[in-house]
């Protein structure tokens, strides 16, 4: 059948193959493109989308793409990269300045077809270090954006031309923070580019199994087979392409599971009717050894990534199985967070795109039908396949487990800009009615599509949700140095916070899977679960004060795809209760919660 298509270009951007994705979920049919492909490429497109980037147009930065696009007679709108090329191209400039991280009070013309149907103010979502000063001729803005309600204007936020059918948004419509960004983008693509809907998730099932059953051939797959959502419906689309001969299993406990974590596994595969197709193997020691004396989180990510591959091949030897493909549930975040594609900055590296394996994808060696998809995509093919509810919505849990969530540190403090840092701090706790506090140790974050590995802040003082979340948006927006934010439970604000030494050992390790099993157990007790989209437990190797014991910071918060999320709010008698509990356990000190947005912070800390 033929389909309208949407051509995305792809500069390296979090979100560019998010853009896709929005696309498809309107009903038409959407293929990632390069900026260098040759003009004939683009000819098929009823449309073009340009993405965001790490680059800064400002500076000229990835500046040589084919222009030729701009003379062909189709519509094309950019999105913040994008959106200032746009205006470059066309008369307008850019300067680098005016950033904005987070949420935005846009404020449009609704008469244009772009803002059909939406108010005139919409809640978007920024992350840019470029603004765009000025527009051509043929250009006029029809939206400016307002980070709060009694803040500057930043003008030109929104910019097109229906002469030319040129458009630009500031802001990224592609992510769900974007309260009405589907709208937006079905706006242009159906409307604008006047594409007719005719892709949906049914064809794209048919597509994987076809896919599957050409790649594999006469061969069979081993699958790597966490339990989480992604890999379980890997097995179960395989089981779908394959004879049952073709396919098989394998667990691996890499003793950074939660508690009773593998047995449960275990057990839903057989209840899935793929027991006899899993092998199961205890290889904790084996990962602990590799990382032991560890503290850098690029380090540990890439040492569990090799020592899966490294345990996968000795057991597929053992099988019988070593001339099999490996199957991954990989999905896109991983690969993009990865630098997986070409212009994208490395956020963190994933166990499963490890340099052994992007090797094995290089030789055709590995089967990853979901990595097109994010979460909320894998769930709903989960759905059509038949997998249980329950099942498909459980919580994200990473590949590398609790390795990620163990920070470790040689016990000296990192101080690095800490007294331009707290100049800055002081000035916003009378503002904010709160107190500030920079932590001598870093976390991984994104700012801008980039790579942000620094600090945090702890936040003191009894003062309602919406306002210790407006501070950490203001102070992770204006203080350099500073990419996640935590507020404290409970306690008198700390004088000093100092980093201890704590590596991946075992008795640390039982400390957070305890810490996590507590949380876990509240959140369903508490009838949360499903109100929360992910809640990580991390226990952070800093002591506040004259608390003895580490730090154990939650993390729950609300996303779809995980390229963004934003905290949620916990009961403040449930966080009582988790703190009374939690500092019972042995080596922790202080418990407080994650207030960040992703970006800049991730949402796990490493």
């Not at 990989?330 to 630098?339: A, H, K, Q, R």
């Not at 097109?372 to 509810?389: A, I, N, Q, S």
């Not at 849990?397 to 101080?415: I, Q």
Request: glycine share 8%; aromatic share 8%; proline share 5%.
């Amino acid at each position: 059948m033929h389909h309208d298509k949407i051509a995305v270009i792809d500069f390296g951007g979090q979100y560019a193959h998010l853009i896709a994705t929005k696309v498809r979920r309107s009903g038409v049919l959407a293929e990632i493109l390069q900026p260098e492909d040759p003009i004939d490429n683009f000819h098929p497109f009823k449309g073009i989308i340009i993405s965001g980037s790490p680059s800064l147009a400002s500076q000229e930065e990835d500046s040589s793409y084919t222009k030729a696009i701009y003379d062909l007679d189709i519509p094309i709108i950019g999105f913040c990269f994008g959106h200032q090329e746009i205006a470059k191209h066309y008369g307008g400039s850019v300067v680098h300045g005016g950033r904005e991280w987070g949420k935005a009070h846009l404020h449009v013309d609704n008469s244009h077809p772009l803002f059909k149907g939406l108010d005139q103010t919409e809640i978007v979502f920024m992350s840019h270090y470029d603004s765009v000063s000025s527009v051509g001729a043929s250009f006029q803005e029809i939206g400016f954006s307002k980070p709060t309600a009694d803040a500057p204007e930043h003008r030109f936020a929104a910019i097109g031309s229906d002469e030319l059918k040129r458009y630009g948004f500031q802001f990224h419509p592609e992510v769900d923070d974007t309260v009405n960004g589907d709208r937006m983008i079905a706006n242009f693509v159906l409307d604008i580019c006047e594409c007719k809907p005719t892709w949906n998730m049914d064809g794209y099932l048919e597509e994987q199994i076809r896919n599957i059953k050409t790649q594999v051939g006469n061969r069979s797959v081993f699958l790597l087979a966490s339990g989480g959502v992604d890999s379980t419906v890997t097995a179960v689309l395989l089981g779908r392409a394959l004879n049952k001969e073709q396919l098989h299993l394998l667990h691996i406990d890499n003793g950074l599971m939660r508690k009773d974590e593998s047995a449960s596994v275990v057990k839903m595969y057989e209840d899935l009717g793929l027991g006899e197709q899993l092998e199961f193997y205890d290889a904790g020691e084996e990962f602990l050894e590799r990382l032991a004396g560890l503290t850098d989180p690029e380090e540990k990510r890439r040492a569990i990534g090799d020592t899966f591959i490294s345990v996968f091949q000795k057991q597929a030897e053992r099988l019988g199985l070593d001339q099999h493909l490996l199957g991954q549930g990989t999905i896109y975040p991983d690969t993009v967070e990865t630098g997986g594609t070409k212009r994208a900055d490395t956020i963190k590296t994933h166990h499963n795109r490890v340099p052994i394996i992007d090797e094995m994808i290089a030789q055709g060696k590995v089967v990853e039908p979901l990595s097109d998809l994010y979460k909320t995509e894998v769930r709903e093919l989960g759905e059509k396949l038949g997998v249980p509810h329950d099942l498909i919505w459980r919580h994200p849990f990473p590949g590398p487990g609790l390795g990620v969530r163990l920070l470790c540190n040689d016990g000296v403090d990192d101080t690095t800009g800490f007294e331009e840092m707290t100049d800055a701090l002081e000035s916003f706790s009378a503002k904010f009615k709160l107190s500030f506090l920079p932590l001598p140790i870093r976390s991984v974050g994104v700012k801008a599509d980039l790579r942000a590995y620094e600090h945090p802040v702890l936040i003191t003082g009894d003062r309602p949700w919406e306002a210790v979340l407006d501070a950490a948006a203001v102070i992770t927006a204006e203080v350099p140095g500073i990419n996640r934010c935590i507020w404290q439970i409970g306690n008198e604000p700390p004088t000093s916070a100092h980093a201890v030494r704590g590596l991946a050992t075992q008795d640390r390790l039982e400390t957070l899977r305890e810490a996590d099993h507590v949380v876990m157990e509240a959140l369903h007790r508490m009838d949360l679960y499903r109100h929360v989209w992910q809640c990580p437990t991390v226990l952070v190797p800093v002591t506040l004060g004259d608390q003895a014991g580490e730090l154990v910071v939650l993390r729950p918060v609300k996303s779809e795809r995980a390229m963004t999320a934003t905290p949620v709010e916990l009961p403040m008698e449930l966080l009582k209760n988790l703190k009374e509990t939690i500092l019972e356990l042995e080596g922790v000190g202080s418990l407080a919660v994650d207030v960040t947005s992703k970006p800049p912070g991730t949402i796990e800390w490493e």
